[in-house]
C-alpha cells in the first residue's frame, strides 16, 4: 500500500503565492506520473499539472507561466509552486499518482485526500 501526505494549502491573498508538496510512501519502487488535480465547488475535476519519471510536465493552461511542478524521485515527493494566484483558483487541491510500480511487482494508481486553496482577500 501507499500513503500519501498533503501540506500547503491555505488561505491566500490574490497575487500571492504557495506551494502544495504531496509526499508519498509505502511499497514503492517507481513512480510514473506524479501531479495535481482541482476541483473547484460544483465543477469537475481538472488536471493543473504533471511530471513524468524524465521530468517531462504539462500544464493546464490556466495555471501556465505561474506554476511551477517538481518532484524527487529520491524521496518520491511532488511538488507544485503557485504564483499570482487568482480567485479562480479557489479548489480542493488533490495529488495524483500513476503507474505506481510496487516491490512486489503490481501497478496502482493513487489520489491524495485533498488539500483546501482558498485565494481571497
Known amino acids: 500500500q501507499v500513503r500519501l501526505v498533503e501540506s500547503g494549502g491555505g488561505l491566500v491573498q490574490p497575487g500571492g503565492s504557495l506551494r502544495l508538496s504531496c509526499a508519498a510512501s509505502?511499497?514503492?519502487?517507481?513512480?510514473?506520473?506524479m501531479g495535481w488535480y482541482r476541483q473547484a465547488p460544483g465543477k469537475e475535476r481538472e488536471l493543473v499539472a504533471t511530471?513524468?519519471?524524465?521530468?517531462?510536465?504539462i500544464y493546464a493552461d490556466s495555471v501556465r507561466g505561474r506554476s511551477t511542478i517538481s518532484r524527487d524521485n529520491v524521496n518520491t515527493t511532488v511538488t507544485l509552486q503557485m504564483n499570482s494566484l487568482k480567485p479562480e483558483d479557489t479548489a480542493v487541491y488533490y495529488c495524483?499518482?500513476?503507474?505506481?510500480?510496487?516491490?512486489?511487482?503490481?501497478?496502482?494508481?493513487?489520489w491524495g485526500q485533498g488539500t483546501q486553496v482558498t485565494v481571497s482577500s
Open positions: 495524483r499518482l500513476e503507474r505506481v510500480l510496487h516491490t512486489n511487482g503490481y501497478w496502482s494508481d493513487y
Open positions: 509505502g511499497s514503492i519502487h517507481s513512480i510514473w506520473h
Open positions: 511530471i513524468n519519471k524524465l521530468n517531462s510536465t
